[in-house]
């Protein structure tokens, strides 16, 4: 079972990047998603989350209004549209799957990193200011 995060790269600040996350080993279409990021020095953070259909999504207040997450079950696959990025975004990003969970009621119940279960690799994102 695999969660590859892809996507990452370097980017002035403005800009924009798209992260993907693809799962493989087993079907990820029921669970909660979510992205995370964790910058040198400081504790992984709770970027966004989706429920299992896509219907539902939460996002941290820092990125809100500049990130989007979406999900396509049939390829198995998480995105992470990143729009106006800032120098405060610089962190390597992981993807996560929640098994136990379907949906979520509010941030709260979805942001802790120990609800998830599968992990991706990561994949670092850079902004230049």
């Known amino acids: 079972v695999q969660l590859q995060a892809s996507g990452g790269g370097l980017v002035q600040a403005g800009g924009s990047l798209r992260l993907s996350c693809a799962a493989s080993g087993r079907t990820f279409s029921s669970d909660v998603m979510a992205w995370f990021r964790q910058a040198p020095g400081k504790e992984r953070e709770f970027v966004a989350a989706?429920?299992?259909?896509?219907?539902?999504?939460v996002y941290a207040d820092s990125v809100k209004g500049r990130f989007t997450i979406s999900r396509d079950n049939a390829k198995n696959t998480v995105y992470l549209q990143m729009n106006s990025l800032k120098p405060e975004d610089t962190a390597v990003y992981y993807c996560a799957a929640d098994s136990d969970r379907s949906d979520f009621s509010s941030r709260n119940t979805i942001a802790a990193p120990q609800w998830y279960n599968y992990w991706g690799q990561g994949t670092q994102v850079t902004v230049s200011s």
């Open positions: 989706v429920s299992w259909n896509g219907g539902n999504t």
